[in-house]
């Protein structure tokens, strides 16, 4: 950890001196209140995009300029890929070495493509052979949000709750570690994350009981080295000396028990399946845990901690540092799993080291990442779940008329248990100073049932119905670009679907991003002007990426395949078929030493 590089930080300087005098600024650029900066470590090749979230602070921000708003309506299809799985797309294929390395969802197969030669064609291919027990005892779809290459290795989660790493020249597997027992509703499907000498991994299974945890492994050997789980004691969480919450309701003793009723803790969820980020300065990870469990709220009285949280742990020992509680008592399933994206940031007049995070309770934050202390608590969608923020408990303030009731309808509680922004990544540019972030227009209506625990079977309860916050024919939603200083919309364009797809901003100032309708669009990261959108086979679920080829020109590259969350929305006309196919796209479609487009194919 000790190793790592020096942080440096971008700031309006540096996407100044990279920005292309072809670029054509909007008349009318929004501006922010106030620019701020990010750690772009852990470094590598700017033309390499090598993690999911491109660096550790979760920016998802390429200093790539060649694709700018200027030339990007010239964008073509370089080529595709299919991998054959019919699941949710939701991963972002890495690149390094001129080589791109994607996962399929279940089976959760790997290939490396050869940049170098026209079309990508497969170098290797990695079949794990995953339990297919583990697709019945996934939620939301056997989806994987993504994988990490460090130490010469590809290093990914199976939904089987195993982790596997695979040499990065051969396909060869390393090593394999088993985690969990999948046959006991434990699966894994969130991104392995790299830091150092160590990958840190957490479960899925909020909806089966499962005890929530969060690990690390060696990079070298796969070894366990540490875990802390979500519930329980002081030492199963791994809480001692060095916890130092702010607020009274995280100062006591062994809390992941008492705020629970006797014996509820050990199957009270806090999985964590989201993504992870890192601050080498402090040597502190972040990362959020879902919802408790059951989702019937009357069967779990109390604030249940540390579920729908955040903690904050010493990257080396795994000792909890601080913990804060986005919806205690959650009582509509608003996991707090949502991404950390770690911003330096002017509050009040003052730069502050933040974690910025979208949660689904609708309210965006800002914590000070060092000590936990919560600096703006601001609503960035439509809600009715809660009347406010209260400064002084540092709480939301419970709305009762949207509190659920066992064997009777509750009707438009805002959002629905899937929030105003589910885990799809957003994206922070430090040249405007804006969020970009996909976001839901949803309420429902709740009728919740008692439920016993069966180890391995859903122990749920929640029965919900979800339609448009703006009645039948309203928009379920929009893609927003977010002033995380002053806490508001810059702009916004509305979606006839839910945005689940990841963005990423560059230095071009343009923002990609893709519906699940799948229409994959490139904006102008100032004013939001839709500047060029290609229809693919397939909805746009996951995470866009940038990078260079071995020809010294700039790609993008998108899959294709709708699934996971988003098929809520599966009964509504336009709703696509399922996919499979990895798009890549390049300025008139030049691919490495293949020929452009031709002219007469150019007709649009």
């Not at 890192?278 to 019937?296: A, F, I, Q």
């Amino acid at each position: 950890m000790r190793g790592l590089l020096a942080v440096a930080t971008l700031g309006l300087l540096i996407g100044a001196c990279s920005s292309p005098s072809a670029v054509k600024q909007p008349p009318q650029p929004h501006q922010a209140t106030a620019l701020g900066g990010f750690s772009t470590a852990p470094g590598g090749k700017p033309g390499d995009w090598t993690s999911q979230a491109k660096d550790f602070a979760n920016s998802r921000y390429s200093t790539l300029n060649q694709i700018n708003t200027g030339n990007v309506g010239r964008l073509r299809v370089a080529w595709t890929f299919s991998d054959g799985a019919l699941y949710g797309h939701e991963g972002a294929p890495l690149v390094v070495d001129n080589t791109m390395y994607t996962v399929s969802p279940f089976p959760d197969r790997a290939f490396a493509l050869d940049l170098t030669k026209p079309g990508g064609p497969i170098k290797w291919t990695y079949d794990p052979a995953p339990s297919p027990m583990a697709i019945g005892k996934a939620c939301c779809d056997p989806v994987l949000r993504g994988w990490a290459i460090a130490d010469g290795k590809l290093i990914y989660n199976l939904l089987d709750a195993h982790v596997v790493a695979v040499d990065l020249k051969t396909g060869k597997e390393m090593w394999r570690t088993k985690m969990a027992d999948v046959s006991r509703g434990v699966t894994m499907t969130m991104s392995a994350f790299v830091a150092g000498d160590k990958v840190y991994v957490g479960n899925s299974g909020g909806e089966m009981g499962v005890s929530g945890w969060f690990a690390a492994l060696d990079v070298h050997t796969g070894k366990e080295l540490w875990r802390a789980y979500s519930t329980g004691s002081d030492k199963d969480v791994k809480i001692g000396a060095r916890f130092k919450p702010l607020y009274p309701q995280y100062q006591g003793k062994d809390l992941g028990l008492k705020s629970w009723p006797t014996g509820a803790s050990p199957k009270g969820a806090g999985a964590v399946w989201g993504f992870i980020s890192y601050d080498p300065k402090l040597n502190l990870v972040y990362y959020g845990t879902s919802n408790p469990s059951p989702r019937v709220p009357s069967q779990r009285p109390g604030d249940n901690l540390w579920t729908s949280s955040v903690f904050a742990r010493d990257a080396t020992t795994g000792e909890a540092v601080w913990a804060y509680q986005f919806t205690p008592h959650d009582q509509w399933d608003y996991d707090g799993v949502n991404e950390m994206m770690l911003l330096d940031l002017p509050i009040n007049g003052k730069m502050r080291h933040t974690i910025v995070h979208f949660d689904r309770n609708t309210y965006a934050y800002v914590l000070d990442r060092e000590t936990g202390e919560v600096l703006k608590a601001d609503t960035f969608a439509h809600e009715t779940w809660s009347s406010g923020f209260d400064w002084k408990t540092k709480r939301p303030i419970v709305n009762q008329v949207a509190t659920p009731k066992v064997e009777q309808q509750v009707t438009n509680i805002c959002p629905p248990d899937i929030g105003q922004k589910d885990w799809e990544p957003p994206s922070y540019s430090p040249r405007t100073g804006l969020i970009y972030v996909g976001i839901f227009n949803l309420c429902m209506n709740l009728t919740d049932h008692k439920v016993s625990y069966i180890p391995g079977t859903p122990y749920d309860g929640m029965e919900m119905t979800r339609q448009s916050a703006d009645g039948d024919k309203g928009n379920w939603g929009a893609l927003i670009a977010w002033d995380p200083v002053a806490g508001k919309r810059a702009w916004a364009i509305p979606e006839k679907f839910m945005v689940m797809s990841g963005t990423i901003a560059t230095a071009g100032d343009v923002v990609f991003y893709g519906t699940t309708d799948g229409w994959f669009r490139a904006i102008d990261a100032r004013s939001g002007k839709i500047l060029w959108q290609q229809k693919l086979s397939s909805g746009v679920i996951g995470q866009p990426m940038t990078y260079l080829g071995p020809d010294g020109h700039q790609y993008v590259a998108v899959a294709s395949g709708v699934g996971g969350g988003a098929m809520v929305q599966s009964g509504k006309p336009g709703f696509p078929a399922r996919g499979s196919t990895l798009y890549v796209f390049s300025i008139d479609g030049q691919d490495v030493s293949g020929p452009a487009t031709p002219a007469w194919q150019d007709k649009d």
